[in-house]
Nanobody
Framework: QVQLIESGGGLVQAGESLRLSCAASGRTVSTFRMGWFRQAPGKEREFVAAVTRSTGSTYYADSVKGRFTISRDNVKNMVYLQMNSLKPEDSAVYYC??????????????????WGAGTQVTVSS
């Protein structure tokens, strides 16, 4: 059984940094395409970043490109999201997702097979 557990969220001021972690169990993260998504109150879950299974290619939403970095540690079975220069509009619950498929859209949260419970990120102005 695959489980994903996010951690690292918190309350920070604009311009500060946070690193989110996603710990996987049941399977190694190298066998999944892994993604980070976020959901603010009243809004749909939106794509933030993803890393592919084989090549480790990374993808980012335009709103976070240049500020956020996704990475994967296959030995520790972890996926990270380094978030720099945080803005109040980055405030949301952040979710880690895992996808089995190699062909479905990596930016579509509905295509993911496994999810963590999320971690809250709040950025004050």
């Amino acid at each position: 059984q695959v489980q994903l557990i996010e951690s690292g969220g918190g309350l920070v001021q604009a311009g500060e940094s946070l690193r989110l972690s996603c710990a996987a169990s049941g399977r190694t993260v190298s066998t999944f395409r892994m993604g980070w998504f976020r959901q603010a109150p009243g809004k749909e879950r939106e794509f933030v970043a993803a890393v592919t299974r084989s090549t480790g290619s990374t993808y980012y939403a335009d709103s976070v490109k240049g500020r956020f970095t996704i990475s994967r540690d296959n030995v520790k079975n972890m996926v990270y999201l380094q978030m720099n220069s945080l803005k109040p509009e980055d405030s949301a619950v952040y979710y880690c997702g895992a996808m089995d498929s190699l062909v479905k859209s990596i930016r579509n949260w509905r295509e993911y097979d496994y999810w963590g419970a999320g971690t809250q990120v709040t950025v004050s102005s």
